[in-house]
């Protein structure tokens, strides 16, 4: 037991060690160049792993013995190893204007999670009986939001001549979290308690073109933010039986699951402060307009509710849907007043497959093969219209037969779809997300001597 406990503090020390980089220019905050990330926290990170994202996101009905879904902490009482699953992604978009388009590539680290199961199944095997009550437990740190624009704008103004507002915002929010649940028989509950923090930089600069002798502006906002967060989740597993040879009921393999998760409005506080100066190219003079000092305040995340059911038929097919519903109309930011943002949801169908799981003479047969499709609102709006994103999902998990007969898992998953207003300002992107799911079934195993 005490070696598990090593190996515990061993990857909570990792995941703190990680949770420092932020404030020095973490390798996870990924650079983007989207303009709509200026408004609320920023572009949304997906919250889910590489497995999950090749069916779209689905996360309220699904689990499964190998992969975590941190999404909906019910889940992880259907685990059968530890898992220690860490994720890359690479990201093309191109943004399309009226007259104007850009290519941008960003990408980084997307995620990284330890996930254990409490009773180990080899010892219930051993043990020749098995427990209706499981437990499991996972720690994750990812991406919240991401801040990344760099803005020029021109215009004409009365008296003055051409103006030219060049627009600025770095950094992102991150999230640590704790996960615990616990199962009777087939119904499973779980929460997920977090710590939410982060920076958020955001600069404007004024120039006045045709004015030869006019001061150039300049406007810094420096947000910092932190707060706990709380998640809850459950999940019903129904396994379909029917008897055998010897009148007893025994499962078929196949199963109807419905999940839901959800939190309600979670608190964050901030701390603000804002810079402004003057200065000209001709004379060389700088004037401080204002030097403001740290302003604390606060703020409130929206609440949540995803709902999904699912069909599986263990180690061949799996078909589910899901719909979520986030409440940004209760967003609230005091270090950053801005116009409302509107509710968001996202719908999403996906289907996994695997050909053969035990084939022995073919590989690619033991492959899972994962399509989606989502379709969503997001809460940000321009010019009184909300933006919609949707896409399509597609995913392949490449299982690897590791020392010990442990099997892990190369997870790889491509999303393309479209994000913004076709009308305005758009979107179209290619996301590549890489998870190494690795699994060990040796932890809190009780070991006998004679």
């Known amino acids: 037991m005490s070696s598990v406990w090593s190996r515990i503090v061993v990857m909570a020390g990792l995941c703190l060690c990680a949770a420092a980089l932020p404030g020095q220019n973490a390798v996870i905050n990924p650079k983007i160049n989207s303009p709509y990330s200026r408004f609320g ?4 990170s997906d919250q889910y792993f590489a497995g999950p994202g090749g069916m ?9 013995p190998y992969h975590l879904n941190i999404l909906n902490p019910a889940s992880l009482t259907q685990l059968q190893s530890t898992a220690f699953e860490v994720g890359l992604y690479s990201q093309y978009s191109g943004l399309k204007a009226e007259d104007a388009s850009e290519g941008v590539w960003s990408g980084n680290l997307q995620y990284m ?3 254990f199961p409490l009773i180990n199944p080899i010892n219930e095997t051993l043990d020749r009986r098995r427990s209706p009550v499981r437990l ?10 991401v801040v990344g624009y760099n803005i020029e704008a021109s215009a004409e103004q009365p008296g003055l001549g051409r103006t030219t507002n060049y627009l600025k915002g770095t950094g992102g929010t991150y999230n640590l979290s704790w996960s615990n649940a616990i199962s009777y028989k087939g119904l499973s509950a779980g929460a997920t308690f977090g710590y939410l923090f982060g920076q958020l930089t955001n600069s404007r600069r004024v120039e006045f073109d045709s004015l030869d002798d006019a001061f150039v502006t300049e406007f810094l906002d420096d947000i910092s933010l932190s707060g706990f967060f709380w998640r809850f989740g459950m999940q019903y597993t129904h396994d379909f039986k029917k008897r055998n040879a010897s009148g007893e009921r025994e499962a078929t393999g196949r199963r ?5 998760h959800g939190s309600s409005t979670n608190s964050f506080n901030t701390k603000s402060s804002r810079f402004a100066e003057r200065y000209s190219y001709t004379y060389g003079t700088q004037d401080t307009i204002l030097d403001g000092s740290i302003v604390e305040q606060e703020g409130a995340l929206p609440s949540t509710l995803s709902i999904g059911l699912a069909y599986e038929r263990r180690n061949k097919f799996r078909a589910g849907a899901e719909f979520e519903i986030q409440n940004w109309s209760q967003y609230v930011n005091e270090a950053k007043p801005e116009d409302g943002l509107a509710d968001s949801w996202r719908g999403m169908v996906a289907v996994e497959f695997i050909p053969d799981y035990v084939s022995y ?11 989606g499709a989502f379709y969503g609102l997001d809460p940000r709006s321009f010019e009184g219209e909300q933006l919609r994103k949707y896409g399509i999902t597609a995913g392949l998990g490449f299982p690897l037969i590791l020392p010990r007969q442990r099997i892990s898992f190369v997870n790889l998953a491509l999303e393309a779809g479209q994000f913004g207003l076709a009308d305005t300002l758009r979107e179209n992107y290619v996301k590549m997300t890489l998870g190494f799911t690795l699994n060990d079934n040796t932890w809190f195993f ?3 001597f004679n």
Request: glycine share 12%; proline share 2%.
């Open 361 to 371: 003479n073919n590989y690619f047969e033991r492959v899972r093969y994962r399509i």
């Open 256 to 260: 109807f699951i419905i999940g839901a």
């Open 136 to 145: 499991g437990m996972a720690f994750a740190l990812q991406p919240y939001s």
């Open 41 to 44: 926290l920023g572009n949304l």
């Open 56 to 64: 779209a996101g689905m996360s309220a009905a699904f689990h499964d």
């Open 113 to 115: 999670a330890l996930g």
């Open 446 to 448: 009780k070991r006998k």
